[in-house]
Every structure is written in C-alpha cells, then in structure tokens.
C-alpha cells in the first residue's frame, strides 16, 4: 500500500492507486480544516481506502489542534464510525 501524501498545492490528501487517486479535498486556514470532498475511482470503491485517506486527514487536524468542518457526506459518515475525533469536529 503506498502512503498517504498532504498535497498542500493541491489542497488534497491523497492515494495513488497504480495511477489511480483517492483523495479528500480540503480548506484549510488558521483554526479549522474543512474536509469538502472525497472521491474513490469506481473500481477502487468497496476496499476502506477513502477510509484511510479521511483518517489521514483527521490525524493531521489532530496534529496542528485544527477543528474539521465535515462538509463531505462520507466524512460525516467516517465520523459515525470513528467517534474518537468527534471531539475535533464542528
């Protein structure tokens, strides 16, 4: 599995697949990040990599103490799951 990169040019976290990305889109400012898009290529959905990739993003707020803003459907859907960064959202 390759690793997770902060496209911070691209405002992006993502997982390159054999050339193909899973990423979550992002704003981020001096308090908050807001996690606005996910998307996982149609062949790809169905193996927790979107997962990954969201919990990456988490990791990363929790690391600079910011407060995610989840405006994506799955990020709130991740949340439900993963109630221990509840705590971090808004």
Known sequence: MNEIINDKQ???FVLDVDGLEVYVLYAEDKETIDLYSTYTPPQLR???LAEKVVLAAFEYAKEKNFKVIPSCWYVR????KHIEYQNISI
Do not use: A, I, T
């Open 10 to 12: 691209g405002s992006r």
């Open 46 to 48: 169905g193996q927790g």
């Open 77 to 80: 859907k991740f949340l439900d």
